[in-house]
């Protein structure tokens, strides 16, 4: 595994030009509402420029409580050791286009991931994490070569009335699973090719989790 480091938002948008990144894993499966695989490709092989998404209010509020989640996340374990995943991409030795780059570390042996969301039911989180999240988490887990990942979440309940949203804070853990680790792989590579193809063809994928 190689460490890639940047300093700034610039370098790191540029150390993920062309490359699988976990959030792109959601999205190759079909698990990504706001793009598709097709719109991915079409990202990747040049002939669409990504959206700048930088300004949307929730792109804004994650990156602003990333850092304070982490600090709460060390408070409220204060017996494991919590590091920051700084500015580092790591590359995957398998495929030098696969990278990883998780928001922190736990005791040296789990992978950190924080995330916000802002919710009207529980569907998608009351047991589980939404699956565009399980892929990208399984994703690092596969790079990184760890066994578990945690994420923390700070979930906020938005209301239809407009009243102040109810804001709930959860930690969900994440076993490594090889098996679906094997499909998502065998999915992203058939996604790969079509990216070095430049050629697009329709293809079905499930995971049931």
Do not use: H
């Amino acid at each position: 595994m190689k460490e890639l480091t940047f300093e700034n938002e610039k370098d790191w948008l540029e150390l993920r030009k062309g490359r699988i990144g976990g959030s792109s894993i959601g999205t190759i499966l079909g698990y990504n509402k706001y793009q598709t695989a097709y719109e991915l490709w079409k990202e990747l092989i040049g002939r669409d420029i990504p959206k700048d998404i930088s300004d949307k209010p929730c792109i804004i509020r994650g990156k602003t409580a990333e850092k304070p989640l982490i600090e709460l996340y060390r408070a409220l374990n204060p017996n494991e050791k919590v590091v920051e995943g700084n500015q580092v991409v790591f590359q995957s030795e398998e495929n030098e286009r696969f990278i990883a780059n998780p928001d922190g570390f736990i005791n040296d042996d789990t992978i950190l991931e924080i995330k916000t969301a802002s919710i009207r039911d529980w569907s998608e989180w009351k047991e589980k994490i939404p699956m565009s999240y399980y892929c990208q988490v399984m994703w690092y887990m596969w790079i990184m070569k760890k066994q578990k990942a945690v994420l923390f979440a700070m979930i906020e309940k938005i209301s239809f009335d407009e009243s102040e949203p109810e804001r709930f804070l959860k930690t969900y853990t994440i076993e490594f699973n090889q098996e679906e680790m094997d499909f998502i792989l065998e999915k992203v590579n058939e996604f790969v090719k079509k990216v070095q193809n430049k050629s697009w063809n329709e293809f079905k994928i499930k995971l049931e989790v």
